[in-house]
């Protein structure tokens, strides 16, 4: 591939660029010249480089590759940076490290494809097009959520699904820990939460409903080092890694493990084994306040994110209304019913993550029943997303028919199972706008951005996460930093850019 073209297929699309007549060459004589503050950017550029290049890429004063933090880009926000590639110097400058970050990630790209392979490329000319760019993100927020909860990943592919965000600019990694279907992140103080809850039984086959079952024993949890390895691994690619942990609902591991913090704490609950929503919730008493206290102590231990999800949604409260004590609770607290205890439950949640420092988010249902110290998730309807910012919230718009990776792909009937009679193509996930059309300019402040989903009840392997995830994620990537761009113009681009996922051996969807 001509290195002039390959300026053409950037994804996303960069705010500005203008290519110029000529090229840099990278070599073994090819030196960095590393700002103050730049170290870590460089570390990363000889990381990600070294497999493919073997160029060592040294320090010197006279380093032909500069890498500089500049306050005078301080307008280009915490992400934007400025990048000139001439034939004898490339200058790569950034207000923040996080912006020079995302620039090495488009130095990259610029690269002949080869360069992001995991193996030596012997014969290959690493030439970097001589181009102009000036780049900052449309929004703050660009997310991508993984469930680890239905199915369990190893925590060496986790890493590699951070190194495809950092390339794509997703900046947040939204990781789903807990959920009906097990529990994946250890606490000390409820060692059973991984022991019992991290495994179960079967998994059923099909959609929620089915009657049929695999009869395969599933289960797998992370060590704590192993989390706050992956948390460091991911900060230095500029990528937040927020944890998930699902109340009051989707709790069915944890109360399979400790069954005193549900309604009925007589019954013995196993780890569900179905799909759907479980009935089964916590109770509201002080000791389940304690335990959810004591497990996002952890979490917050582990992960330095301003953001913790807490879940929230599908919450039954059948279990709460046939309840003598959160019945007594409900009035007691001045609630008109057993189900308003949903929002006083995430309320006490919320207040506890917010005096430590931390801003609790949420998946809404209707945009307008969380908390107001929530960020929500508007998922149900595009519409929530305007109700929720003109309510003050802070909104990340996951509308599932724009952002559920596990949706299929197309009509065809050979693709792999998917959630029943649901289809997000590319062009759908593309031209999905996070900011509500007739959002005012106070309502379009509100919104931070858009993530992709990807919920696991038919996703098994790293392979078919890549395959569920690619191109899609790139579209939405690209949609997210660039803003509305035009579709042939992405379709070309994305028709270059996929010699960089064979590159990286990333089993795509054609």
Not at 4 to 29: I, M
């Amino acid at each position: 591939m001509p290195a002039q073209r390959s300026a053409l297929f950037l994804v996303p699309r960069p705010t500005k660029s203008a290519p110029r007549p000529g090229h840099f060459t990278l070599d073994a004589d090819t030196a960095l010249h590393i700002g103050a503050g730049a170290e870590p950017a460089a570390d990363l550029l000889r990381t990600l480089l070294a497999p493919a290049t073997g160029l060592p890429l040294g320090a010197s004063p006279d380093g032909q590759l500069t890498l500089t933090l500049d306050p005078g880009l301080a307008g280009l926000g915490d992400e934007g940076y400025g990048l000139t590639v001439a034939p004898h110097a490339v200058l790569l400058r950034a207000a923040h490290l996080t912006g020079l970050l995302r620039g090495i990630q488009t130095i990259r790209q610029l690269l002949p494809p080869q360069a992001l392979s995991a193996n030596p490329q012997p014969d290959t000319e690493w030439l970097l097009p001589c181009i102009e760019i000036t780049d900052l993100p449309r929004h703050p927020w660009r997310g991508a959520m993984l469930d680890v909860a239905r199915h369990f990943q190893p925590v060496s592919y986790l890493r590699r699904y951070v190194d495809l965000l950092a390339l794509h600019k997703i900046g947040m990694f939204h990781l789903h820990l807990t959920d009906d279907q097990g529990w994946r992140m250890p606490v000390a103080a409820y060692p059973k939460l991984t022991e019992i809850g991290g495994h179960r039984a079967e998994s059923q086959q099909g959609p929620a409903g089915s009657d049929l079952y695999d009869g395969v024993p599933h289960g797998g949890s992370y060590t704590r080092a192993e989390l706050a390895d992956l948390v460091a691994y991911a900060a230095a690619r500029g990528v937040t890694v927020m944890p998930e942990i699902e109340m009051p609902g989707h709790v069915r591991a944890a109360l399979a493990a400790y069954p005193e913090l549900g309604n009925h704490p007589e019954r013995s609950l196993d780890v569900w084994t179905r799909w759907g929503v479980c009935d089964t919730v916590l109770a509201v008493h002080d000791e389940v306040l304690d335990f959810c206290r004591t497990v996002l102590d952890e979490v917050m231990d582990v992960f330095p994110s301003p953001y913790i999800h807490v879940g929230g949604e599908e919450c039954p409260t059948a279990e709460w209304t046939s309840s003598t004590a959160a019945r007594e609770r409900a009035v007691a607290q001045g609630l008109s019913s057993p189900a308003a205890l949903h929002g006083w439950f995430l309320g006490r949640i919320g207040e506890f993550l917010v005096r430590h420092g931390r801003r609790p988010v949420g998946w809404a249902e209707t945009g307008a029943e969380l908390p107001l110290d929530f960020t929500v998730m508007t998922w149900r309807d595009a519409a929530h997303t305007l109700t929720a910012a003109r309510r003050g919230h802070q909104v990340v718009s996951a509308y599932h028919r724009a952002t559920y990776l596990d949706y299929a792909q197309s009509e065809d009937p050979r693709e792999p199972p998917a959630q029943s009679g649901k289809v997000v193509d590319l062009r759908t996930v593309h031209t999905h706008d996070p900011v509500p059309e007739d959002a005012d300019a106070q309502a379009a402040r509100q919104v931070l951005g858009t993530q992709a989903q990807l919920w696991t009840e038919f996703v098994t392997t790293p392979e078919r996460v890549e395959y569920l995830t690619y191109p899609r994620l790139c579209a939405l990537a690209d949609r997210a930093w660039s803003g509305p761009t035009d579709w042939d113009d992405f379709r070309a681009r994305l028709d270059g850019h996929t010699a960089r996922l064979d590159a990286l051996d990333v089993r795509y969807h054609p």
